[in-house]
């Protein structure tokens, strides 16, 4: 079915998790008995909701600008360029989707945390937060350095060892930077978590300016290995100015 096949089996498989997550809520051990009650509109919940997840929709929607202006560049280093870096991201989100899972949760554990005043479950929450990116960093540092080869392979095929090539550059100078990525993850949620939103959506600005950066230097001579480091630097820009607003809120007196 070619392109509409890829595009039924995304509908599909999305139609079906929610389906799968509608009975857990409704059917299986969390079971929720909702009345009729619930049902009603209510203007502060809706408020409250909206403050918290459309800004959190517009940081994700300035960070993919980025992605858009790195894509731009990478189409005009060509067809063979594309491919690697297609294939060697896809491969690279088998490893840091993980990482953004822990972001969430930690959104979530710093928020109940935040309303009850704890300083100290927060601090503990970053603290383990870290420790698990950066274990797990590790591990798929060392998985994507031991397998990169057969697993870009898998996605490529054998026709293109000049593609393969790329796609295995890609890998083995992203991977270098697992941990950095993790590290965000858990310092924009938390920003996230405590409600400032704003904050957040600026660290997207951050990822912004990385990937404008690494675009227009591989437009120059860098070439593609510039592509390879705009994650990194997006990253790594916005994660500073994270950590930097997480510290000054912390002695605010809103966290004491």
Request: aromatic share 12%.
């Amino acid at each position: 079915m070619g392109v509409a096949g890829a595009a039924w089996a995304t509908v599909i498989s999305e139609f079906v998790g929610g389906l799968l997550n509608i009975a857990l809520f409704f059917v299986g051990h969390s079971k929720l008995s909702l009345q009729k009650a619930h049902w009603r509109f209510s203007l502060p919940h809706v408020r409250k909701m909206s403050v918290i997840g459309i800004p959190m929709g517009f940081e994700y929607c300035v960070s993919a600008i980025g992605a858009i202006i790195m894509q731009d560049a990478i189409n005009r280093l060509g067809s063979s360029i594309v491919a690697a870096q297609s294939a060697a991201d896809k491969i690279r989100q088998l490893f840091t989707l993980p990482m953004e899972s822990v972001g969430a949760a930690m959104a979530t554990y710093q928020a109940q945390n935040f309303g009850a005043k704890n300083r100290q479950r927060i601090k503990r929450g970053i603290t383990n937060g870290v420790l698990i990116q950066v274990a797990y960093s590790i591990i798929s540092f060392i998985v994507v350095n031991l397998a990169k080869v057969p697993l870009v392979t898998m996605v490529l095929g054998t026709d293109s060892p000049a593609t393969t090539k790329s796609a295995v550059e890609y890998l083995t100078i992203i991977s270098f930077f697992f941990p950095i990525h993790g590290l965000l993850m858990i310092f924009r949620n938390t920003l996230q978590g405590w409600g400032h939103s704003l904050y957040a959506i600026i660290s997207g600005f951050g990822e912004l300016l990385g990937r404008s950066i690494g675009s227009f230097i591989a437009l120059g001579s860098a070439g593609f290995v510039a592509i390879c480091y705009s994650n990194p630097i997006a990253w790594a820009i916005s994660l500073v100015y994270c950590v930097f607003t997480v510290w000054q809120l912390f002695i605010r007196d809103e966290l004491s």
